[in-house]
């Protein structure tokens, strides 16, 4: 039983590149997030997702898109990478949404 | 609105005791602890919703104060495994699942 899947889970872009970042769960879960996590921010919601076809938008969405492809599946795309996108991204699913939501390994992304 | 968190950081001794406060300036649905070691992803340890009702793990308790917007985590008899980054999550409306994170206290247990 894998959890939660992040791929991949280093990276590093040129100001300007887009990517993609993969997130995979087994457990069936409707809830999906995709967190950032700055040193003495703690973490951050950029974007979630209560069911498949539903997203909704988080504390901090500028500069990113997601798309909820399937139940499983949850990526969060930058379409022009900046130096403040530079963080830890972590991908969470929970079931119901208000009980323990399950993490992630991470994906460090650095913009250079 | 961030949660705050107090204190920022703290230093024990194994078996001694500690309190993490998270208080908000909102109305909250529940509060959610996670801890998370260097590294590694945060681990979920309670949540607390309004009514009274936990659900958590045995070894770790914390109390939710709905009038004051305020919650509490205690970790007693401290052990070496309970170091770590320590992050409430508030929720303002039920079933969203949608977690502000406070900033964190880091807790470091010595020998």
């Known amino acids: 039983n894998a959890g939660v899947t992040q791929t991949p889970k280093f990276q590093v872009l040129k100001t300007g590149q887009s990517m993609t970042l993969q997130c995979a769960q087994d457990m069936n879960h409707n809830s999906m997030y995709w967190y950032r996590q700055d040193p003495g921010m703690g973490l951050r919601l950029i974007y979630y997702?209560?069911?498949?076809?539903?997203?909704d938008k988080g504390e901090v969405p500028n500069g990113y898109n997601v798309s909820r492809l399937n139940k499983r599946e949850f990526s969060l795309r930058l379409e022009s990478a900046a130096p403040s996108q530079t963080s830890v991204y972590f991908c969470a699913s929970s079931e119901p949404a208000n009980t323990e939501a399950f993490f992630g390994q991470g994906t460090r992304l650095t913009v250079v | 609105q961030q949660p705050v968190q107090s204190p920022q950081a703290v230093i024990l001794r194994e078996g001694e005791d500690a309190v993490i406060n998270c208080s908000s300036s909102?109305?909250?649905?529940?509060v959610h602890w996670y801890r998370q070691k260097h590294g590694e992803a945060p681990v979920f340890l309670m949540i607390l919703l309004k009514g009274g009702e936990q659900k958590g793990h045995e070894k770790i308790s914390a109390s939710f104060n709905e009038k004051k917007q305020q919650s509490s985590l205690y970790l007693t008899a401290s052990q070496l495994s309970y170091s770590g980054t320590y992050f409430c999550g508030t929720e303002r409306s039920s079933n969203t699942g949608k977690l502000i994170f406070g900033q964190g206290t880091t807790l470091q247990v010595k020998p």
């Open positions: 997702s209560a069911s498949e076809g539903t997203t």
């Open positions: 909102k109305a909250l649905y529940s």
